[in-house]
């Protein structure tokens, strides 16, 4: 017990307060509007925008650059998702409905996950977060070696290899989001499978649960709007 203690309590004993105060309000605001997306409510980019826009100063703070790209682009698709889940799209004053991608939808979603990751790949090498001397089969062998070796050092090691599968199926997901797509939920949800480990070995407990939190909301968020979208079939 004392060891799980430790394993939370660790990474904030050298933080200053204002840091701890700061993460924790990013994460409720967090938390609060993965709730009002859920619910389909136009609340959710707001608290949204105020989440997204302490965590890149936060981020900024813990040179974590994949995460602080994430929450640039998610306040700025705040404000697009804003603007289009208000904006009136006939005369009988109706917004955008929650729909299904089709096969364009697809096609924009997959080339923002693969754009965004190669984008967060390069900056990574050339920072050298990813070691820069690999080649591609290499740096599988790497990242492999290093996930399955069982050691919580190796597996920080290639936390920025797991960072380039979240920063591009986040930066997919929230423009589904924006345009009120339901297949965005099941992005949320795998990103956010991969997030939770990713941020309890990187030391943030607070952001850690926040995203266990969002796991369960976005299981929720899909199947609620998935209610809705056959109700309106």
Not at 24 to 30: E, Q, V
Not at 80 to 95: A, C, F, L, T, V
Not at 187 to 192: D, P, T
């Amino acid at each position: 017990m004392n060891e799980i203690i430790h394993f939370f309590t660790e990474p904030y004993q050298s933080a200053s307060t204002l840091n701890i105060l700061l993460e924790f309000i990013a994460a409720l605001f967090g938390i609060i509007s993965v709730f009002y997306a859920k619910k389909e409510n136009i609340l959710v980019f707001p608290t949204g925008i105020i989440s997204t826009a302490l965590y890149v100063y936060l981020l900024s703070q813990w040179n974590l650059y994949g995460d602080l790209i994430i929450n640039i682009y998610y306040t700025l698709m705040s404000i697009y998702g804003w603007y289009m889940w208000s904006r009136i799209i006939d005369e009988n004053n109706s917004h955008i409905p929650i729909s299904r991608t089709n096969t364009t939808d697809k096609f924009k979603a997959f080339g923002i996950f693969l754009f965004t990751s190669i984008f967060v790949i390069i900056v990574y090498r050339y920072y050298n977060v990813m070691p820069n001397n690999l080649n591609f089969s290499q740096s599988v062998h790497y990242a492999i070696l290093n996930i399955t070796s069982g050691s919580l050092a190796d597996f920080r090691k290639i936390t920025p290899f797991l960072d380039t599968f979240t920063t591009g199926i986040f930066f997919a997901a929230m423009w589904l989001m924006a345009n009120k797509k339901l297949e965005n939920w099941i992005l949320w949800i795998a990103g956010n499978i991969v997030s939770i480990p990713l941020y309890f070995v990187k030391g943030y407990g607070f952001t850690g649960i926040q995203y266990i939190i969002f796991l369960v909301l976005a299981i929720l968020g899909y199947l609620a709007w998935k209610k809705h979208l056959n109700k309106s079939l």
